[in-house]
């Protein structure tokens, strides 16, 4: 079974011990991704955000044919409860399963790519502790700013070590506002 992990943010520059092939390829499925999800150690972190503009993802291997093995990895690097990988892990499989939720973009990317099972990180935004607020620009610039200092420096260098194809509207006021400028060249 050939599967696929997709990424956007800290997947992508640390891995961890994911179960990857350890190349991320840059042409993914265009997908609707913003800064929108505040994280327990301050940062605020890339998540899929429907009603958002999309931008181009990226994409590795499993290494891994198994299925469940690949799904307990992503959910080991991504810290989420084994309670809830049913929502928290996004999956598209080939045959066998209810893909009607999944994204057509995820559907005919993966069909194209001729993958068997695609993967993602569907943590839902999160703002003020509650799963699904989707903060506004101005929220997140302000909560940005009124960071501490250790929050804050881990806050930007989540920003700044975001791959530049990752261009999002909040993404762009961040560098304009605060000069979290992409640390890649």
């Not at 961890?16 to 609707?32: H, N, T």
């Not at 703002?127 to 989707?134: M, Y």
Request: aromatic fraction near 10%.
């Amino acid at each position: 079974m050939k599967i696929a992990c997709l990424g956007w943010g800290s997947l992508i520059w640390d891995p961890r011990d994911l179960l990857i092939r350890r190349k991320w390829f840059s042409d993914g499925p265009l997908l609707p991704v913003e800064f929108c999800r505040k994280s327990e150690d301050g940062r605020i972190t890339l998540v899929l955000v429907p009603e958002r503009p999309r931008v181009r993802t990226f994409w590795a291997i499993f290494s891994t044919e198994v299925l469940d093995d690949a799904i307990g990895s992503l959910r080991a690097r991504e810290g989420i409860p084994e309670r809830n990988v049913s929502e928290h892990i996004g999956r598209w499989v080939c045959e066998g399963e209810d893909n009607v939720r999944v994204d057509p973009e995820i559907r005919d990317w993966a069909d194209r790519m001729r993958l068997d099972a695609v993967l993602w990180t569907a943590l839902p935004p999160r703002f003020d502790s509650r799963d699904g607020e989707t903060p506004n620009a101005q929220q997140i610039l302000d909560y940005l700013r009124d960071l501490g200092y250790e929050k804050k420096r881990r806050a930007e260098q989540y920003v700044r070590r975001t791959p530049i194809q990752i261009d999002t509207e909040y993404r762009r006021l961040i560098e304009i506002q605060l000069g979290w400028l992409p640390l890649e060249t």
